[in-house]
């Protein structure tokens, strides 16, 4: 690469791309020439490549990356892989300090927790037991309390409805009733979902509706367990889904307290093996959803039932690593722009899990967003640096909780109060250009103006979450830098496809989310189309661009990350 600094010096950042020269073709020759172009012009000259994004999604999602899970041999050669290509992109190790020096990688400590077998659960109903089989009628998580055994015997099952205490909203399902000692049967989503309106954002999901939060607030109240209803509009994915996001192991940061936050049983129960478990006990499981649509509602003792669990546990420490190339500011490095995408994924599912391929490939989520994160750091490493620090953040453990940008968010590198905002990348777009854009839940800041902005200029228009309910908002990382203030924004293409119309691209976001998301064909093929990604790409480059020269994005008046980013509102000028 040093031929191409030299070149660089010359003419003054010309977006000269490390990996493919054809890139060039579209730089008008005045201003390659010129010493003065300015960043705007010079961000309209730099294009992102699909012949580059589409290679490394083939490469990061092929088995040989036995599906990037943390803590194994794939994540060494997945960390290789991005380290080697930040470096091809003339970016610096952004990394934890080892021995005065910066590395490439954060150290990431969690505990690996998985059933040793699978678990027996048998379900007692007015005297009579029945089996209910794991992966099958219910998909249990290994503890994640630091116990050896899962022993519960004949715990009874309380319904709670949509297990939601929210005094602000003047909303308590649980109406002071005692969980200790119970296993709680609960819904999915929050109380409005259904209804359409209500104090809970309507169709949009607030925190109350993910099963973070029903884990969460059992575990404050003392449960035994939690057993979360599924139901796949609710949830926004299919059965399957909960079965590989739950039933392998799972992952938490390293915690003094963990039953601060968990309850020994969590997992969720099949829909209908749930109604007919409300059957059986004389109630109506629709009856009873509609009754926790409202404020009256109480909970209900599944009468004459009760659960039975046990398992051995094995809890193992294991440090999976961020990565982090970052290019230094040229008069502001302590002030820093962060791009965000999650390497890791589900790895290789255990042999017999399911027939034929057990490599969870996560092509589209989420290579596609590491390709994203690359191809950047190419166009940053190839232009002349911008006023600001960029840091180019490949975190781990998205998959397993966000646990990764958790962590980086706790232990910040750079400081939280002068990070300007977080262009977060997770599935980007595998089916040509769209005219559109979108982003993850609603963005509640100012790089919502910024993004729509960038997108008139490349004479796109911005169209919101098509899927609020799906609660995207707090499903990827840009979550975790949000809760502590940072501005952040998950990127995410629109549906109105140049080639097809927004029925096409709707429908074929409904079919990955159907039959690919989180499964083993998420696949990289050969009819995939990365110009909408590389359309993207340039996009957020030019946002970026702008970003790291000046400017500070503002919270909305009445986001719940606004305050906490007030106070150190005298750190930023
Ligand atoms: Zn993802």
Redesign the pocket.
């Known amino acids: 690469m040093r031929k191409l600094n030299l070149l660089l010096t010359i003419f003054w950042a010309v977006a000269l791309p490390p990996v493919a020269p054809p890139a060039l073709a579209g730089i008008p020759s005045a201003a390659l020439r010129s010493g003065t172009t300015a960043p705007a012009a010079q961000a309209a000259r730099l294009q992102s490549d699909p012949a580059r994004l589409s290679t490394d999604v083939k490469l990061l999602s092929s088995d040989a990356f036995e599906g990037r899970e943390p803590g194994t041999r794939a994540e060494k050669r997945t960390v290789l892989f991005i380290i080697d290509r930040m470096k091809e992109a003339g970016l610096q190790p952004g990394g934890s300090l080892v021995g005065g020096r910066r590395g490439w990688t954060q150290n990431v400590p969690l505990v690996k927790s998985a059933f040793s077998g699978a678990p027996s659960v048998s379900l007692r109903v007015n005297g009579r037991s029945q089996v209910l089989e794991q992966g099958q009628q219910v998909a249990l998580r290994a503890p994640q309390t630091h116990i050896e055994q899962l022993a519960l015997q004949n715990a009874p099952l309380l319904f709670v409805g949509y297990g939601v205490s929210a005094p602000e909203r003047n909303w308590d399902d649980y109406k002071g009733l005692d969980l200790h000692g119970k296993i709680a049967v609960v819904l999915v989503n929050d109380p409005d979902f259904e209804t359409g309106k209500g104090e809970f954002g309507a169709k949009a999901m607030t925190y109350y509706g993910r099963w973070t939060y029903k884990y969460e607030e059992a575990a404050r109240r003392g449960a035994l367990g939690v057993l979360i209803v599924h139901e796949a509009a609710a949830a926004s994915y299919g059965w399957a889904t909960v079965v590989n996001s739950n039933t392998d192991a799972v992952y938490d940061i390293v915690r003094s307290d963990p039953a601060r936050v968990h309850v020994p049983l969590e997992g969720w129960i099949q829909h209908d093996a749930a109604g007919a478990l409300f059957k059986q006990v004389g109630l109506d499981f629709d009856a009873l959803k509609k009754s926790a649509q409202t404020r009256e509602f109480k909970p209900v003792l599944l009468a004459g039932a009760s659960l039975s669990v046990s398992g051995r546990v094995t809890h193992q420490s294991i440090t999976t690593q961020n990565v982090l190339g970052r290019l230094p500011g040229k008069t502001k490095p302590d002030e820093t722009l962060i791009y965000s995408a ?1 390497w890791d994924h589900f790895g290789v599912r255990p042999p017999g899990a399911g027939d034929g391929d057990r490599i969870l490939n996560g092509a589209v ?2 290579a596609t ?1 590491v390709a994203a994160l690359l191809e950047l750091g190419r166009l940053f490493g190839s232009a002349l640096p911008p006023a600001r620090s960029i840091v180019f953040l490949a975190t781990t453990g ?2 397993r909780g966000l646990l990764g940008s958790e962590f980086y968010a706790s232990n910040p590198i750079y400081p939280l109060e002068t990070t300007v905002a977080d262009i977060n990348m ?2 980007l777009g595998v089916y040509g250009a769209t005219r559109d854009v979108s982003t993850f839940g609603d963005t509640q800041n100012g790089l919502l103006a910024e993004l729509v902005q960038a997108a008139q200029a490349q004479g796109r228009t911005y169209t919101p979450d098509p899927a609020p309910e799906a609660g995207h908002f707090f499903r ?1 990382d840009h979550f975790s830098l949000s809760k502590r203030g940072v501005p952040a924004m998950s990127f995410s293409p629109g549906d109105d496809l140049v080639n097809g119309g927004t029925a096409v691209g709707r429908a074929r976001r409904e079919d990955y989310y159907a039959h690919r998301y989180h499964q083993p064909n998420d696949e990289w093929t050969p009819t995939m189309d990365f110009r909408g990604e590389a359309l993207d790409v340039t996009l957020l480059y030019d946002i970026g661009r702008k970003l790291a020269t000046a400017g500070w994005p503002q919270w909305d008046a009445g986001s719940e990350f606004k305050q906490v980013r007030d106070q150190s509102a005298n750190q930023r000028h």
């Open positions: 999650h989520d989420n967003g998205e998959e997770d599935i990827s």
